[in-house]
């Protein structure tokens, strides 16, 4: 006779996601399925699917909680008074340290195909995140002109630059001994306006 698990700790949603996201930290994406987090947390193997669907809504879970963690890393520190350019050193040192703490689910962010784009929970996740980047990209010294382009190329510019940083991070090509030494402050200096 089949014996249906029973769960009783309370939101059972946010238990699978953070089984999930302890799953993907320990075994990467391979090792990551609906049947391995109903286990991790101890209900049915249906369970998951009536929360998330299929692999795809789990997957845009753990996508929408990575945004919300990134978006909390990087303000980490903050007050309501800390200086914008304080805030830029936080935010930046904050998006390549939650890079190199979990890079499968900082692979499962930005991966193509892989999460439901039009969900409005992961939508709202990455908004935070790009008001972040909005914020610290704000004064930056990149035109003379404080129009609308100026401005988003500013921030397409800090996005481009932490990001591709915290990508080589991941994948250890700073291998020189000078270049381990360098963190993402001291690549770009020029942030302080």
């Known amino acids: 006779m089949l014996v249906e698990k029973s769960y009783h700790h309370g939101n059972l949603k946010q238990a699978l996601v953070k089984a999930s996201l302890d799953i993907l930290h320990k075994y ?68 390549v340290s939650f890079a190199v703490d979990h890079p499968d689910l900082f692979e499962l962010m930005f991966a193509r195909g892989r999460t439901k784009s039009d969900d409005l929970e992961l939508m709202g996740n990455v908004v935070a995140c790009f008001a972040v980047l909005a914020d610290i990209a704000q004064d930056l010294p990149l035109g003379h002109a404080s129009d609308e382009l100026t401005a988003t190329r500013a921030q397409m510019f800090i996005w481009s630059a932490v990001h591709g940083y915290a990508q080589l991070c991941i994948a250890g090509r700073f291998k020189k001994d000078e270049m381990k030494r360098l963190t993402i402050l001291d690549i770009l200096p020029q942030m302080k306006p």
């Open 28 to 95: 990467g994406s391979t090792g990551l399925s609906l049947r391995k987090c109903a286990d991790a947390v101890g209900v049915s193997h249906t369970a998951p699917k009536n929360h998330f669907g299929n692999m795809a809504g789990l997957l845009t879970a753990l996508a929408s909680a990575g945004y919300a963690m990134l978006a909390d890393t990087m303000r980490d520190g903050w007050a309501e008074d800390t200086p914008r350019p304080e805030r830029r050193d936080l935010a930046l040192q904050g998006y």
